[in-house]
């Protein structure tokens, strides 16, 4: 018998090789992988399980009393309806709101939902989210779209305002290897956990912070894990761990930048060189502007920690190479923007930010590929056409949104109205996975007239739909793998057959323009492969220019994984350092701005500032609330993927999710 050859594909959390055997899928990690993720031991019950949806469904209320605003959205059973059936039926209630081949100058998008936020799955071009964002800037001419992230958002809008692009910024800094070199301290506030580095939007290849982390520890590096949990970061030599009262980051910020300004320590010709605003920041630290000095036992009441660590602690890292990393999840809160603009200006005053293995970043501890270089070639993407309704919420606007058409709101200082939205298109996504306040979430979604899902489980989205489409999985179809700052294209040819039933995104798409009369538009007359040959013919050329090995995609879809090459431009911030005037930051001063006039007059407090949480005032903490939760990534799958894999229960009990009480705790209540 012929061995079955393992075939290359990628998911957000690796790059493996697969092949189909009688007995299921079998997963190799990716050989050049130097720490792959336990989470691909869930890719094979994505094919198998039970939770697939097989049929379209429609909701049985909304087939029998017609499209409208209802209660019993989420609440009510579904009937399976044969594919053309339930395409002609979307199709047509889509005509009702105004989809079709002649769209009217004011576009009808304008009523449609389709931010659909989620992570999809990797792969470029069945990538749910650009296909879904394609397929109505053609059928509606626009959508009402949705900024910002889950992930980062307050703290990317208040670095927009006050540091530049924070994102793009971030992916074009090589941090991991510096770290590995360089880094003498490492203050990761919220930790460094890797398991969540295993994870990166459209895939990671190669798991590198465990590997630069303990080089670093080799070379003596110390490292101060900032967090509430104790395994937010590998045991590894030189590591302290403090655990402030979750929420109270800021307050230890500042009274670190208050000993560095009290002691002398701050690093003032950087300060003059590079940012503005010092001066008054320097007034609300010492007490002037309001009082209150933020010193070290000013903080230790606010979070739990002894004014005497605090203080070695600011003293050490004026004393040695350090890097302050924050995680994403400290600005997932109430004025969630304030710890990491605070840990902006901390970093700013340890004046290390143009040096190897110093200064600041925000994301390293959350998103694989943060802290790789920059690729020199474009990658492969689906174009997503034009959205004439320019139209916008803030990403967790959602449930807002659909409860007060008309009502007004501010984002970055700009007052907006939100639009009232007839239909909701969901694909990619999870959102009663991903939103808080899931009962207000569930009365938002009860106001749409019609709400449409794609998706291949049965999620709690999809119950909460009018219309679900199955949909296959990666290993179903054939794509083209590849993410920023990953230094491999990934050929995915089509791992399994797929199951009966479910379509890919795009055939729904085109079947559902073809009955609205613009598949021309939307398909280009392009099949699924021949758009993936348009696709990768731009990073094709690239690589050709630079004369790289450039196979032909027949070539590149049968041969292994094409390495990419990596830029050595100079990143926004190296420029910036090397000559302020000449490489201005994207900020209104061109500088850092530790005191900000635009974020004043969006209602804030102009530099960083402690804000007590609101459900804290007043009241006898310890007395009113005992606990606080710490709602943290799963550490066995990404988000809600693949929830039944075999990695996923594994780190479950009888099935269930766990949650961890401190053991002090515990003994304490017995
Ligand atoms: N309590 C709490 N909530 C959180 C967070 C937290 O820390 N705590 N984190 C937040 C963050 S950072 C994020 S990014 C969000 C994540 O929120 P989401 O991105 O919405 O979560 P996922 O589970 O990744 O949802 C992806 C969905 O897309 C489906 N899917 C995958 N591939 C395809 C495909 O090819 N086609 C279609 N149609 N569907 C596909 C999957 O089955 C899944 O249902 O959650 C946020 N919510
Ligand atoms: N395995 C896995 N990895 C993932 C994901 C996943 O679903 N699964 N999701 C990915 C996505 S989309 C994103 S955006 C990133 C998110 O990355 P993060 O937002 O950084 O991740 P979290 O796990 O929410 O938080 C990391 C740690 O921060 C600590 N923390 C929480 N609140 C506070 C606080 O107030 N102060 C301090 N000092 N620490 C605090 C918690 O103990 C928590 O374990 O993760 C990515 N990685
Ligand atoms: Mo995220």
């Not at 090789?17 to 992988?33: N, S, V, Y």
């Not at 029998?64 to 395409?87: K, N, S, T």
């Not at 709101?97 to 009523?111: M, S, Y």
């Not at 879809?557 to 994207?586: K, N, Q």
């Amino acid at each position: 018998m012929t061995e079955i050859p393992f075939r290359p594909h990628s998911s957000h959390w690796g790059t493996f090789h697969a092949r189909q055997t009688p007995e299921g899928l079998e997963i190799r990690p990716f050989e050049g992988d130097p720490d792959p993720s336990p989470i691909l031991a869930n890719i094979p019950a994505a094919l198998t399980h039970p939770a697939r949806l097989t049929q379209p469904l429609i909701r049985r209320g909304w087939l029998e009393r017609g499209p409208g605003p209802d209660p019993m959205r989420g609440r009510e059973e579904f009937v399976a309806v044969p594919w053309d059936e339930a395409l002609d039926i979307a199709a047509a209630e889509m005509m009702r709101l105004g989809a079709g081949p002649d769209l009217p100058e004011t576009v009808p998008g304008a009523h449609v939902f389709g931010g659909s936020y989620g992570w999809s799955s990797a792969g470029r071009f069945h990538h749910a989210q650009s296909q879904v964002h394609r397929f109505l800037n053609t059928a509606f001419g626009g959508y009402v779209a949705s900024v910002d992230t889950y992930s980062s958002a307050a703290g990317s809008v208040i670095l927009s305002m006050t540091w530049g692009h924070p994102i793009s910024m971030m992916m074009e800094q090589p941090f991991w290897q510096d770290i590995a070199e360089e880094t003498e301290l490492l203050i990761a506030f919220g930790g460094m956990p890797v398991r969540n580095l295993a994870v990166s939007p459209g895939g990671n290849s190669q798991h590198v912070a465990r590997p630069s982390l303990k080089a670093a520890a080799a070379r003596g590096c110390r490292f101060v894990s900032v967090s509430p949990i104790a395994d937010d970061m590998d045991e590894l030599p030189g590591l302290t761990r403090i655990a402030p009262r979750p929420g109270t980051d800021v307050a230890l910020m500042l009274a670190m930048a208050q000993v560095l300004a009290a002691e002398g320590l701050a690093d003032r010709a950087y300060l003059d060189r590079c940012t503005t605003g010092y001066d008054r920041f320097l007034a609300y630290l010492d007490g002037t502007a309001d009082g209150t000095a933020k010193t070290p036992d000013w903080a230790a009441a606010i979070t739990g920690i002894p004014a005497g660590t605090i203080r070695d602690l600011s003293r050490s890292a004026a004393a040695r190479r350090t890097h302050i990393s924050v995680a994403y999840a400290l600005q997932r809160a109430r004025n969630g923007e304030q710890p990491v603009w605070a840990a902006m200006v901390l970093a700013a005053m340890l004046g290390q930010n143009a040096r190897r293995g110093g200064g600041f970043s925000y994301g390293l501890a959350s998103i694989g590929n943060v802290g790789k270089p920059k690729l020199a070639v474009p990658l492969p993407t689906l174009p997503q056409g034009e959205n004439r309704s320019g139209d916008f919420i803030p990403v967790a606007r959602i449930a807002e949104l659909l409860q007060n058409p008309g009502k007004s709101y501010t984002y970055k200082g700009e007052t907006r109205d939100y639009a009232d939205i007839r239909l909701v298109y969901w694909a990619g996504g999870n959102p009663f996975h991903h939103h808080q306040h899931l009962d207000n979430m569930r009365a938002a979604f009860s106001r749409p007239d019609t709400v449409i899902v794609h998706d291949s489980v049965g999620t709690a989205s999809a119950r909460h739909a009018d219309i679900v489409f199955p949909v296959t999985v990666t290993p179903e179809r054939a794509d083209i793998g590849a993410s920023a700052n990953d230094p491999f294209l990934i050929p995915m040819p089509q791992l399994a057959e797929p199951i009966a039933g479910p379509r890919h995104d795009y055939d729904v798409f085109s079947a559902l323009s073809e009955r609205l009369g613009c598949a021309d538009a939307f398909t280009e007359g392009r099949s699924a492969e021949e758009w993936q040959a348009w696709m990768y013919a731009r990073t094709r050329t690239a690589l050709a220019e630079r004369q790289l090995p450039a196979p032909d995609f027949a070539e590149f879809m049968e041969g292994g994984i094409l390495e990419l090459p990596v830029t050595d431009a100079p990143s926004r911030l190296a420029l910036f350092h090397a000559d302020p005037d000449a490489h201005p930051l994207e900020t209104p001063s061109g500088k850092m701005e530790i005191y900000c006039e635009a974020v004043e007059a969006a209602g804030l407090p102009g530099h960083p500032a402690w804000m007590p949480p609101e459900e804290w005032l007043g009241a006898d903490l310890a007395a009113v609330h005992p606990f606080q939760l710490v709602a943290n990534q799963p550490r066995g799958k990404l988000h809600s993927q693949l929830d039944f894999g075999a990695a996923s229960m594994a780190t479950k009990r009888g099935g269930r999710e766990v949650a961890r009480m401190n053991p002090a705790d515990g003994w304490r209540r017995g």
